[in-house]
């Protein structure tokens, strides 16, 4: 499975951005996808993940202004982050399992300054 991620970028405090992430090549069914994020001198971390059938879980830091929604048809997922705060800086990495595997993308920059 190749995964392919968009979107990252510098925005200012309170601002917004929309991550992408398309995934192609798989022969199996994808049961989830989603985005991690590793910040300077952290362990990588949840962001969000979505199953196939809808369902959402979010890391309890992003609740309320991070939305993600996901294409079936397009094995693609859509991060909406509103509202954005420095200790959102990070790398993201998007994430998709197709049981028992995990696949990761390329990791893109997102920088809250201002």
């Known amino acids: 499975v190749q995964l392919q991620a968009s979107g990252g970028g510098l925005v200012q405090p309170g601002g917004s951005l929309r991550l992408s992430c398309a995934a192609s090549?798989?022969?199996?069914?994808?049961?989830?996808m989603g985005w991690y994020r590793q910040a300077p001198g952290k362990q990588r971390e949840l962001v969000a993940t979505?199953?196939?059938?809808?369902?959402?879980n979010y890391a309890d830091s992003v609740k309320g202004r991070f939305t993600l929604s996901r294409d079936n048809a397009r094995n693609t997922v859509y991060l909406q982050m509103n509202s954005l705060k420095p200790e959102d800086t990070a790398v993201y990495y998007c994430?998709?399992?197709?049981?028992?595997?995990?696949?990761w993308g390329q990791g893109t920059q997102v920088t809250v300054s201002s």
């Open positions: 979505i199953t196939s059938g809808g369902g959402t």
């Open positions: 994430n998709a399992v197709s049981d028992p595997l995990w696949y």
């Open positions: 090549g798989s022969r199996y069914s994808i049961n989830a």
